[in-house]
């Protein structure tokens, strides 16, 4: 039997994270495959409760866009003390992820320095391709 590709999609809610599940629920339609949507809240069980409702919420919609398209999909909300960066990757790892898609927001030089990227990171440290969308 075939091995299921799993697409991993880092989602939170915003434009360039709905723009990667559509092109990662393209993929998972093109190679049958099946999404595994996340997303990454930092800090650890004292996180605030309508942060983690948001993202619940989140995850929801990302799951109905799967169903109506009749694509197999899971959903996480990862809360373990990583930065959304390190959380995607190793959870990628975890589920022997053969893809990460992931939106990208456009940052001045000063924002990248000031606050780091967590694309930069997935994209320098994942151990399967990555596809970025902006």
Same mark, same amino acid.
């Given at each position: 039997m075939e091995k299921q590709m799993i697409i991993l999609v880092g989602?939170?809610?915003?434009? #360039?994270?709905?723009? #990667? &599940?559509? &092109?990662?629920?393209?993929?998972a339609e093109a190679f049958k495959g099946k999404l595994i949507v996340v997303r990454s809240l930092v800090g650890g069980s004292d996180k605030d409760s309508d942060d983690i409702q948001s993202a619940e919420e989140d995850l929801a919609h990302a799951e109905r866009c799967c169903r109506e398209r009749s694509i197999p999909c899971e959903t996480h909300l990862l809360i373990r003390g990583l930065k959304p960066g390190e959380d995607i990757v190793?959870?990628?790892?975890?589920c022997r992820a053969d893809e990460i898609v992931m939106g990208v927001r456009r940052r001045s030089q000063v924002g990248k320095m000031l606050f780091g990227s967590n694309a930069r990171y997935v994209i320098m440290e994942a151990v399967c391709p990555v596809v970025t969308v902006k």
């Open positions: 989602y939170d809610g915003s434009n #360039a994270a709905k723009d #990667a &599940l559509d &092109l990662g629920m393209k993929h190793r959870y990628a790892e975890e």
